[in-house]
């Protein structure tokens, strides 16, 4: 299942302002800006990005793992969510 239009449209909102943020992070250091600076629009950037995938997973436990539960492979949905969990919490 492909993700819903809704989401597609708000997580590209989302990733349009990150680029702008990321141009702006070159900018900061191309001007050689001060250290702690780039740190905080870095952090900034990396909590976008996490936002950005809290909205995408939401769609697909929603949407796949939802559907998916309710079939007959559900072992391999359980097993793919385990990974997702998984590899987000790093």
């Given amino acids: 299942m492909a993700i819903d239009q809704a989401v597609q449209r708000k997580a590209l909102r989302r990733l349009a302002i990150i680029e702008g ?17 780039i740190l905080t629009q870095i952090s900034a950037i990396h909590e976008a990005l996490r936002g950005v995938g809290k909205v995408v997973v939401r769609n697909h436990l929603e949407t796949c793992v939802t559907e998916g539960l309710q079939g007959e492979e559900r072992e391999r949905h359980y097993d793919e969510l385990m990974d997702v969990i998984y590899t987000l919490s790093k």
Avoid: K
């Fill in 21 to 37: 943020q990321l141009r702006g992070l070159r900018r900061m250091i191309e001007g050689r800006q001060y250290c702690v600076d």
